[in-house]
């Protein structure tokens, strides 16, 4: 990517005020972002610190409408300090109707946010409205900020510490990608709506690829550990399967046990979900799957197929977990999944366990494909674990041995194969030809629409 701004966004064949802000305003325009057309609202801090004002809330909403009317996906570049208070009430209708028009375009066209100063109190909920935020570093955002957070608790703060981008990239999971400055910005922007379409309405645009779709990814045979406990990388083998290893992770910070990213196949764009051993051991936790749930939905309203890897031991136990809500929480994911219309794709690499197996889009939550590698392991439990209820009454060397005979007999995939829960036991070489193939069939998969408006979905 290149970091002169006009090679990233410049105007296009229309007469329109592109790139000129109007001091203490929002400018809207219509512009081009990496060669594709968008449009584009831009808010300007040199007044009142990009204050809110009734005029701006009712721009963002002409482009919202203008959006959706013209099927372009939307981009904003904000630092707003919140609602004006000269403006005062009618400055609180105006952002909740901004709030409203993009709310009424959602997975209609992309919604893309860039962050590059403050955005404080209730305009700051745009960014949670958007499909991916993007932050410089020096950036922060919150609804309460220090002053009111110290008055009720009695803790000082800082806006860094409250809600600087780090904290939104790793704790809130607001932030999608982190970034030094506005023109990296413009060009993550860019490169996020390269795998996209512009609409609902569209598929991704296929690239031509020099890199052969039935390539032999080596690697593969070899990165599962000998250990049953072993940790590796889950981005390795996303980088082998994805066209010259490029991919575009995102929230890379937030609930890192699942990784969730932008990639191509054979010149298709994909959306990859993958557990990461390196991190909690792949487990399942709140944060994960609100993580997974986002990502699965977003792939959906845009078109692009799902390529699910699965190595998790379950959801992570815990009291705590469980009154924060765990079943609620792991149901939006499995949810998700079921109302998921596009090619979905499974591959189980290594374990696959309990409740966690079947939200990572089992062929029970009605995954299209899903293929196994010889040493999968899809059960209720480990051996370890169905030793210790089945045998619990039983000496230790009893208990050992069944835990060998249990490991030998199920956990294989080959007993999830012959009744029709595997479609195929792959060798992981092969994994990124046998993905290739499976998109070919599936690529022309119709979306069935439900009868009523929409699903009463767990948040």
Not at 171 to 193: K, P, Q
Request: glycine share 8%; hydrophobic share 40%; net charge negative.
């Amino acid at each position: 990517m290149t970091t002169n701004h006009d090679n990233i966004i410049s105007k296009p064949p229309v007469k329109l005020g592109i790139l000129t802000r109007v001091p203490g305003s929002t400018e809207v325009c219509v512009a081009e972002l990496g060669g594709r057309r968008v449009i584009a609202v831009f808010s300007n801090p040199g007044q009142q610190r990009g204050a809110f004002r009734q005029d701006d809330g009712a721009k963002i909403s002409r482009a919202a409408t203008l959006a959706k009317e013209n099927l372009l996906p939307l981009v904003l570049i904000l630092s707003t300090s919140g609602a004006s208070i000269s403006d005062g009430v009618p400055a609180l209708v105006s952002w909740g109707r901004a709030a409203k028009a993009i709310s009424d375009i959602s997975g209609i066209v992309p919604i893309l946010i860039g962050l590059t100063g403050p955005a404080i109190s209730g305009p700051a909920l745009l960014l949670g409205l958007a499909d991916i935020v993007i932050s410089t570093v020096d950036s922060y955002a919150y609804v309460s900020g220090p002053a009111m957070v110290e008055e009720f608790t009695g803790v000082k703060t800082s806006n860094s510490e409250l809600g600087g981008s780090h904290i939104q990239a790793s704790r809130s999971g607001v932030t999608s990608i982190e970034v030094t400055d506005e023109s990296e910005i413009l060009e993550g922007l860019a490169e996020v709506l390269s795998y996209l379409p512009n609409s609902t309405d569209h598929l991704p645009l296929r690239i031509d690829d020099d890199d052969d779709p039935n390539r032999i990814c080596d690697e593969l045979a070899k990165v599962i550990p000998a250990s049953p406990t072993g940790s590796y990388d889950v981005r390795h083998i996303i980088a082998d399967i994805s066209d010259n290893g490029e991919y575009l992770e995102l929230r890379a910070k937030w609930a890192p046990q699942l990784v969730t990213c932008l990639a191509r196949i054979g010149g298709r764009s994909v959306g990859v979900i993958a557990n990461q051993p390196q991190a909690m051991a792949g487990t399942l936790d709140i944060q994960a799957s609100q993580k997974g749930a986002r990502f699965v939905r977003f792939c959906s309203a845009f078109n692009l197929p799902l390529i699910t890897l699965v190595d998790t031991p379950g959801f992570l136990p815990g009291k705590d977990i469980e009154w924060r809500g765990m079943i609620r929480h792991g149901a939006e994911l499995a949810f998700s999944y079921a109302a998921c219309s596009v090619p979905r794709i499974c591959v189980i690499m290594r374990k696959a366990y309990g409740g966690a197996y079947i939200v990572m889009d089992s062929k029970g939550m009605g995954s299209d494909i899903v293929f196994a590698w010889p040493q999968a392991e899809i059960a209720v439990m480990g051996a370890q674990g169905a030793a210790q209820i089945l045998m619990r009454r039983a000496s230790d060397e009893e208990r050992l041995a069944y835990q060998n005979s249990y490991q030998q007999t199920y956990l294989t995939p080959w007993k999830a194969a012959e009744r029709g829960f595997v479609d195929a036991v792959i060798d992981p070489v092969s994994t990124r030809s046998e993905i290739n193939a499976a998109l070919d069939i599936l690529i022309t998969k119709k979306e069935h629409v439900r009868p009523s408006k929409h699903a009463n979905s767990p948040l």
